[in-house]
């Protein structure tokens, strides 16, 4: 079973540019989970899908966005990039519903310059 | 919201040694408690995980314990070896949303 895909693995952008990372799920999960990690900080939650839809959102400004797909991938869009966005984005699935397990994806590697 | 703290922030213990990893969090309605090791460069990955009607679970050298009156949940790790140094994480969860402490990073010395 092929567990949580990211792409890109790294991406470069400048300021005030826009990023797009990509997230598959294992199969058969509906959830998403979105999460920053600065460079020796914890997991801030970013975002959360499920069977489509946002269900919840962290303490992000609107310029993070993103979506989910009917086939349960998502999108994790950020515009206006800022230097301190410069993070590892990592992605997680989960199978929905309550007190569930999630399995995370590699990560992308975002640098802002 | 959930506040979920976590202590130490490093930790250095000798080879053999154990290991002790304390998370605290302020929603009482939180029932499902995950532990993620993250080593260099890696994601995360989930070695243990507890739910609030248990209050111990072991896994080898691994175990967790949680006293929901408390509020705390702990991650146990006894006969530590080089390859247990990582960062680890400890979240609390009600339904979807979750909750991650500030991490540990644990170094063992050969």
């Known amino acids: 079973e092929a567990g949580v895909t990211q792409s890109p693995t790294h991406l470069i952008k400048t300021r005030g540019q826009q990023a797009t990372l990509r997230c598959s799920p294992i199969s058969g999960h509906t959830s998403v989970y979105w999460y920053q990690q600065a460079l020796g900080l914890g997991l801030q939650f970013l975002l959360w899908y499920d069977e489509g839809e946002e269900r919840n959102r962290g303490n992000f400004p609107p310029r993070f966005s993103g979506r989910q797909f009917p086939n349960y991938s998502s999108e994790l869009n950020v515009n206006a990039l800022e230097l301190e966005d410069s993070a590892l984005y990592l992605c997680?699935?989960?199978?929905?519903?309550?007190?569930?397990?999630?399995?995370f994806g590699p990560g992308t590697r975002l640098l802002v310059l | 919201g959930e506040n979920v703290e976590q202590h130490p922030s490093t930790l250095s213990v000798q080879e053999g040694d154990s290991a002790v990893i304390k998370c605290t969090y302020s929603d009482s309605a939180s029932n499902y408690f995950p532990w993620y090791k993250q080593e260099l460069g890696k994601r995360p990955q989930l070695i243990i995980d507890i739910r609030s009607n248990v209050g111990e679970k072991k896994d080898q050298r691994i175990a967790v314990t949680l006293n929901k009156t408390a509020k705390h949940f702990s991650l146990h790790i006894t006969e530590t070896q080089p390859e247990d140094s990582a960062v680890y994480f400890c979240?609390?969860?009600?339904?979807?949303?979750?909750?991650f402490g500030t991490g540990t990073s644990l170094t063992v010395i050969p």
């Open positions: 997680a699935s989960g199978s929905g519903g309550g007190r569930e397990t999630q399995y």
């Open positions: 979240a609390a969860s009600r339904g979807n949303q979750f909750y």
